[in-house]
């Protein structure tokens, strides 16, 4: 009975917190109502350079929380991520694409640089964050998107969300999308009438 108690907790917190979003908007993924803003942040990319909210300003960007050992959720959140870049790359919208690590100490520049390799990251659009402590990405991850990042008990998991969430250029939090969604037509359609 306690294990199906975790689990369901696990599944609750994992969702993003999704009850919060359903204040305002007038589609599917619109968030923008929940006034949700990204703070100022200066982590260290996977090129070991620094790079913060002010390297985004002006710029539409889509976030997302993963980590590299991630054994359930990441595997499938970041080629679906990868999807999202070419597509929109190849639409000619200008955006960018961060995926912040919750397993700094694990996750470092080197490390952050052969994953987003292997998963096929264009660096010139997206960076991958690390160089913070955890505690410091759980802080972000509730004030940005209402989400918690913690350590699963007795397991290799790390909770966090498994959405995406697009960020406006002024730094407010206005769409949050199914990181896990294998058919993004809809999400897609979305971002390229967002981004203009």
């Not at 980590?67 to 679906?80: I, L």
Request: net charge negative; glycine share 8%; with cysteine.
């Amino acid at each position: 009975m306690k294990k199906w108690i975790v689990v369901l907790i696990s599944m609750f917190f994992l969702s993003g917190c999704g009850w919060i979003y359903g204040m305002g908007g007038n589609s599917e993924f619109d968030i923008s109502g929940g006034n949700l803003e990204m703070p100022e942040f200066e982590f260290t990319n996977q090129d070991g350079e620094p790079f913060g909210k002010s390297d985004l300003e002006g710029d539409y960007w889509l976030a997302t929380m993963i980590f590299t050992q991630c054994p359930s959720v990441c595997p499938t959140m970041t080629p679906n991520m990868q999807r999202l870049q070419d597509v929109m790359i190849a639409e000619g919208k200008e955006m960018k694409f961060i995926s912040f690590t919750v397993d700094p100490k694990q996750d470092t520049p080197e490390v952050l640089h052969k994953y987003g390799t292997n998963v096929g990251a264009d660096f010139n659009y997206w960076n991958f964050l690390t160089g913070y402590s955890q505690e410091e990405i759980g802080d972000l991850s509730k004030e940005a998107f209402a989400a918690i990042v913690q350590d699963v008990e007795d397991s290799d998991e790390i909770m966090h969300s498994t959405s995406f969430y697009l960020v406006d250029p002024e730094g407010n939090v206005i769409r949050k999308y199914d990181g896990l969604q294998s058919d993004q037509t809809e999400i897609v359609k979305d971002l390229k009438a967002t981004v203009n």
